[in-house]
């Protein structure tokens, strides 16, 4: 079996082939820091000391995530990105305690507000002056997690515009189990924590004249809506669809705010679909956000629309094969899978 060291924690372990390394270093308790698991914030970059081919080709998204860290790929891997291909010794992890330090700021919790059973809205004020983010970008939140006095890292997109740089606001489903949700779900006013950021590349391309194409399910909601509102409150005339899925009447949220903006500004156009609605009084429209594209669009649109996507991997993955399909370009899918 390959076997793992980590040099910086002393630590060694064996793995089964394939294995992804993530598990790896959280079943041997290694100091490697992990926030998104995905290869975009950059957190759990690791230095390989030997066994740097055994981790496999590097992506484009791992480079580009590690040269925005100023770490050399040709030294460094994201392991949250690597499966186990044979013996590796990993040396430092620049962000684990005690490493290099990361942007963070601290934020006091100005409101709480549940939007539906499940799902809370929550604003903060960001006590640092300079503090910036661009439409579609998240935070990584450090959550204390007392009882093994350890900061547990969780990411949640921020759904506000930019143009009030000093609050932002997350939206957050509780999800059975999970530390990280269910610990926002508990913040009320006052409360102050420490978050890192911004982080993410599913940025809105604002210097296109192309229509734009919105699809979200649940809180995918949240990078969506801090676009949507970017673009409305800049006047842009660019034709704005958002088809916007959830399952049933009691998961919807922002139903209003969102009906609102369609009253106010012609150029949007906003399409809700449930996936399971309840036997009787729901007339809206029933399916899953796939079968809008199919409903929706047509091979004309695939020519002169770029199209943002949010939600789960699953959602993502169907949406982009039929809209492949219908002969959307790669270069116009812009995507952030939070699950
Ligand atoms: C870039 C990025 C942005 C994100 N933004 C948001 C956001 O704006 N709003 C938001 O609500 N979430 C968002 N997430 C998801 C969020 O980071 C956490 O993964 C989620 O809140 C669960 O964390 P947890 O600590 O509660 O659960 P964990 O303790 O990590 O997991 C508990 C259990 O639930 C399962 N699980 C974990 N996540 C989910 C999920 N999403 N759905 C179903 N089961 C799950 C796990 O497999 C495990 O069995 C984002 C994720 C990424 C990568």
């Keep these: 079996m390959p076997k793992i060291r980590f040099d910086a924690d002393d630590l060694s372990t064996e793995a089964a082939s394939e294995q992804w390394l993530y598990e790896v270093c959280d079943r041997a308790g290694s100091s490697v820091p992990f926030a998104c698991k995905a290869g975009a914030c950059g957190t759990c970059a690791t230095e390989v000391l030997s066994g740097f081919e055994a981790l496999g080709e590097q992506s484009a998204r791992e480079v580009r995530t590690l040269r925005a860290q100023g770490l050399d790929p040709a030294r460094f891997r994201l392991p949250c990105?690597?499966?186990?291909?044979?013996?590796?010794?990993?040396?430092?992890?620049?962000?684990?305690?005690?490493?290099?330090?990361?942007?963070?700021?601290?934020?006091?919790?100005?409101?709480?507000?549940?939007?539906?059973?499940?799902?809370?809205?929550?604003?903060?004020?960001?006590?640092?002056?300079?503090?910036?983010?661009?439409?579609?970008?998240?935070?990584?939140?450090?959550?204390?997690?007392?009882?093994?006095?350890?900061?547990i890292r969780r990411s949640y997109s921020i759904s506000t515009p930019p143009s009030d740089r000093r609050h932002f606001e997350?939206?957050?489903?509780?999800?059975?189990?999970?530390?990280?949700?269910?610990?926002?779900?508990?913040?009320?006013?006052?409360?102050?924590?420490?978050v890192e950021g911004p982080y993410g590349d599913f940025l809105l391309d604002g210097s296109g004249?192309?229509?734009?194409?919105?699809?979200?399910?649940?809180?995918?909601?949240?990078?969506i809506r801090s676009m949507l509102t970017h673009l409305l409150h800049h006047r842009s005339d660019r034709r704005v669809r958002l088809f916007f899925g959830v399952r049933h009447e009691s998961d919807l949220f922002y139903t209003d705010l969102l009906r609102g903006l369609e009253a106010h500004h012609p150029s949007f156009e906003y399409r809700l679909t449930l996936s399971q609605p309840s036997a009787r009084g729901w007339?809206?429209?029933?399916?899953?956000?796939?079968?809008?594209?199919?409903?929706?669009?047509?091979?004309?649109?695939?020519q002169n629309t770029q199209v943002y996507l949010c939600g789960s991997q699953a959602m993502i993955e169907s949406s982009c094969q039929k809209l492949r399909q219908l002969g959307f370009a790669d270069e116009d899918l812009f995507f952030e899978n939070f699950y």
Excluded at 107 to 123: A, Y
Excluded at 170 to 194: E, T
Excluded at 209 to 223: C, V
Aim: charged letters at 25%.
């Design 283 to 302: 007339s809206g429209h029933s399916g899953r956000v796939t079968d809008l594209i199919d409903s929706e669009l047509t091979e004309r649109d695939a």
């Design 81 to 151: 990105l690597c499966d186990v291909g044979g013996d590796v010794t990993f040396g430092k992890s620049p962000h684990a305690e005690g490493g290099a330090a990361l942007q963070t700021h601290e934020v006091v919790v100005e409101s709480f507000r549940p939007l539906n059973l499940t799902v809370c809205e929550v604003r903060f004020f960001v006590e640092t002056p300079s503090f910036d983010f661009r439409p579609g970008q998240y935070m990584i939140f450090h959550l204390p997690r007392r009882s093994e006095g350890k900061v």
């Design 170 to 194: 997350i939206c957050v489903r509780a999800v059975a189990g999970g530390f990280g949700s269910n610990y926002i779900h508990r913040l009320r006013p006052g409360r102050r924590l420490r």
């Design 209 to 223: 004249d192309k229509e734009i194409l919105m699809i979200a399910t649940g809180t995918g909601m949240s990078p």
